[in-house]
Each structure stands twice: as C-alpha cells, then as structure tokens.
C-alpha cells in the first residue's frame, strides 16, 4: 500500500510484516493457520494484550517506534511513559484545527481512503465488496446513506490515537456496539475478510450543526483493548470524542454527498490504490452553498 501526502507524492510504501504476511496468506489451504487466527483475533487475546501493554515491561517497544517514525515528544503533554499503552493513548499539549464552520476537518490523524456508496448500498475496498447494512446492523439507516459517500480513516499505531468531532452537535441516541473480531487493518487483511464489517466496532449518529446527519464509525483493530467515547450530550467543533487503547484502529464517516465539497484528490489517490495522509483538525472539505 502506497502512503501520499495531498500533492500526490510517495511518502512511504507501507509493508505487511513477516508475521502478518503468516497469518494472512494461504489461508485457505491451511486449517491449523485458519485456527490460530480466529484465537488470535478473538476477546481474549485482544484482553490479555491489552493487559501487558499496561504494564512497566512494554515500554521496551517505545524507543524503537519514535524512532521510526520521528515522534517529537516535545509535542506532548508528557515526554516519559510507564507502559506502551500510556504512549500508545499519548495526549497533545494542543491541537490545531480549522475553525471556520463551513470547513470539514479530519476527526484524526490517519491514511484516509474515499468511496462513493453505490445506489444498493454497497462500496469496493481492496477487492472486496461491503454493504451499510453489514456494517451498521441496521437496514433503515443504511437505506439513508444510499449513493453518498465514505470516508475511510486507517490509522497506523504510531498515529495520533485520540479523535475529535469534527463540528458542533448533539447526540440524539446512545452508540451501538456491535460485538466482533479484532483483526488487523493492515491492507493485508482487506484482501481475505470484510475487515469492518467483521470487527467490532461502535458508531454514533452525529446531529452537526453544519453539515447534516453523519454516522462516525469507530472499528477496533488487532490488540485494541478497547473504544473510549467520552458520554457527551452536546459537542463542539475540535473537542476530543474518545480514544483508542492500543493498536491499530479505523474511524469510517457516513455522509450525504450534496452536503460536502471534498477535496478531489482523495478521490483520485483511493482511484490509484493509495491512501492519503492527513493530520488531526486538517480540512478536507468546505461545505456547499446551495443556489
């Protein structure tokens, strides 16, 4: 999977690792495999991951990710952790984002994918074919989002793995959770599973005051202990939503398509299989005028 930033430029090719490449290949011809992988991906495992990365002894992982990827610590509330974990949920001393409320920021910082929802409610990822309905276990909502768009966040675990609202709202029902798996969202296992359709994940029905009704998907990933939504009543633009407690992990926004002027380029770059890189508070989009 190519990574570009918005000129359309190879930041980093992102490679699937020995161990996920194990997992993930050949599949099929091998039960043994298919078996550890469904324990692997399973509560328990994710739990008892979960469990280690707070403890003293995971901080031995630290080091070597920021270096990596060239982590300014400077940029944080606090410069030294007690466990991978407490890096992993690392807070920004401040967050800059757009605050012009016609302009469409990004809830996270992320690889983001584009697609356009197709008229029976179903959209192409890597190969495979996904529906709302699978996704969001309901079909008169999935019925609204008809022929719109969808907005794909995949972060990576060096990622900023807090989240903000990306307008001012109100909530008008609880989340849903829905019970899963925990695989990877590495692209490797796009290309065997409805990776987001299989894992768990949770959403809420986002009442913007700008830009309509949008449904934000939060989907755990590999080792991701858990979802953190905050229990708000009302948001504002910028304001933290939750976290994601170690892993990788996803956030997938639903949106009417006459409300939003993306900029194009996210399209064309998901066109050319690559994903986008974007920060926390970025704007991707202004909000349309109608005549």
């Known amino acids: 999977m190519k990574i570009v930033n918005r000129k359309g430029k190879i930041i980093k090719k992102e490679v699937s690792s020995k161990n996920q490449k194990f997992l993930y290949y050949n599949l099929e011809k091998n039960f043994l495999k298919r078996f550890f992988l469904k324990v692997l991906t399973s509560k328990i495992i994710s739990f008892i991951f979960g469990l280690y990365a707070k403890t003293p002894f995971s901080k031995l992982h630290i080091k070597k990710i920021i ?9 944080f509330e606090k410069q030294k952790f007690f466990s991978y974990n407490d890096f992993f949920i690392r807070k920004y001393k401040k967050i800059n984002f757009e605050k012009n409320n016609k302009i469409f920021i990004s809830p996270c910082e992320s690889n983001l994918s584009f697609y356009k929802i197709k ?8 190969n495979n074919i996904y529906s709302l309905n699978n996704l969001l276990k309901n079909k008169k909502l999935a019925e609204e989002y008809k022929n719109d768009y969808c907005l794909i966040f995949r972060l990576e675990p060096s990622d900023y793995h807090r989240y903000i609202f990306i307008d001012n709202g109100i909530f008008k029902h609880q989340a849903v959770k829905i019970k899963g798996k925990f695989h990877t969202v590495n692209p490797i296992a796009f290309k065997k599973f409805n990776v987001f359709c299989e894992n768990y994940r949770e959403y809420n029905v986002l009442f913007t005051k700008n830009f309509g009704k949008i449904i934000q998907i939060e989907v755990g990933g590999l080792f991701v202990g858990k979802i953190f939504n905050h229990p708000y009543k009302s948001f ?3 304001q933290e939503k939750g976290f994601f407690a170690f892993g990788g992990s996803t956030i997938i ?4 398509k ?7 380029i996210f ?9 986008t890189k974007i920060n926390i508070g970025e704007a991707i989009g202004e909000k349309r005028y109608s005549k």
């Open 236 to 238: 504002k633009k910028g």
């Open 253 to 256: 926004l639903l949106i009417k």
């Open 258 to 264: 006459n409300i939003v002027k993306f900029d194009d």
């Open 67 to 75: 270096k990596q990827n060239k982590i300014d610590l400077n940029l």
């Open 119 to 126: 008229k029976n409610d179903v959209y192409h990822i890597k």
């Open 267 to 275: 399209f064309k770059n998901t066109l050319n299989k690559c994903e």
